[in-house]
């Protein structure tokens, strides 16, 4: 008997950074936007505290009472995030996420697969991706660009300021799927508390 999908994998990467920056997620199917939002947010370690939207097919969704707000005339409308579902999408859809209208994150969602799994998820999961996400606040891509020129050069003017505010450590390359994946399990808790620094290395014990 032909059992209907309960979970779709998809494929998120920031856009315009290289090398690429990406997470794939496995989360049930009957997500809204709403929630791929707060899957999104976890799975990057974003802050949630920037406005952000979907593109969709030349469509805006999203909150709308505070997307409308800054509108204009000529602004696309905005629709409701709760009333589109991952099971609304086709496998191969490819869609737009923005985060932070200031610093300008776009990411691309790519739906990959849908799946029939033994039990329905209760949660998300993400089961692969590389890199770290910039910084929050960093300034864009050009301004992630300068930050990483800064981080490298110890005798850069800047860099004693810039490494303290990124709270002492960064490695562009770092990516730990156990940590990534209990993030995006927990991503609809409310009480959860983001981290707000990239985990610094434990040191290697003399011998």
């Given at each position: 008997?032909?059992?209907?999908?309960?979970?779709?994998?998809?494929?998120?990467?920031?856009?315009?950074?290289?090398p690429d920056v990406w997470r794939?997620?496995?989360?049930?199917?009957?997500?809204?936007?709403?929630?791929?939002?707060?899957?999104?947010?976890?799975?990057?370690?974003?802050?949630?505290?920037?406005?952000?939207?979907?593109?969709?097919?030349?469509?805006?969704?999203?909150?709308?009472?505070?997307?409308?707000?800054?509108?204009?005339?000529?602004d696309p409308r905005v629709f409701?995030?709760?009333?589109?579902?991952?099971?609304?999408?086709?496998?191969?859809?490819?869609?737009?996420?923005?985060?932070?209208?200031?610093?300008?994150?776009?990411?691309?969602?790519?739906?990959?697969?849908?799946?029939?799994?033994?039990?329905?998820?209760?949660?998300?999961?993400?089961?692969?991706?590389?890199?770290?996400?910039?910084?929050?606040?960093?300034?864009?891509?050009?301004?992630?660009?300068?930050?990483?020129?800064?981080?490298?050069?110890?005798?850069?003017?800047?860099?004693?300021?810039?490494?303290?505010?990124c709270g002492g450590y960064f490695?562009?390359?770092?990516?730990?799927?156990?940590?990534?994946?209990?993030?995006?399990?927990?991503?609809?808790?409310?009480?959860?508390?983001?981290?707000?620094?990239?985990?610094?290395?434990?040191?290697?014990?003399?011998?």
């Amino acid at each position: 008997m032909f059992k209907p999908a309960n979970a779709v994998q998809v494929r998120v990467s920031i856009d315009e950074i290289q090398p690429d920056v990406w997470r794939r997620l496995v989360l049930p199917v009957h997500w809204n936007l709403e929630h791929l939002h707060l899957g999104i947010q976890a799975a990057f370690n974003w802050w949630n505290y920037h406005l952000y939207e979907f593109r969709i097919g030349g469509l805006r969704y999203g909150e709308v009472e505070i997307l409308t707000e800054d509108a204009t005339d000529d602004d696309p409308r905005v629709f409701d995030q709760r009333e589109v579902r991952l099971l609304d999408f086709e496998q191969g859809a490819v869609f737009s996420y923005h985060y932070d209208f200031g610093d300008g994150w776009r990411h691309t969602v790519a739906v990959e697969e849908f799946l029939t799994l033994a039990a329905t998820p209760k949660h998300g999961s993400c089961v692969g991706g590389e890199r770290a996400r910039p910084p929050e606040d960093v300034g864009g891509v050009s301004g992630y660009e300068r930050f990483l020129e800064i981080v490298a050069d110890r005798k850069d003017p800047e860099y004693a300021e810039t490494i303290r505010w990124c709270g002492g450590y960064f490695d562009s390359e770092w990516f730990d799927l156990s940590m990534v994946d209990k993030d995006v399990r927990n991503a609809l808790r409310s009480n959860v508390k983001r981290r707000l620094y990239q985990p610094k290395p434990k040191p290697v014990p003399k011998k």
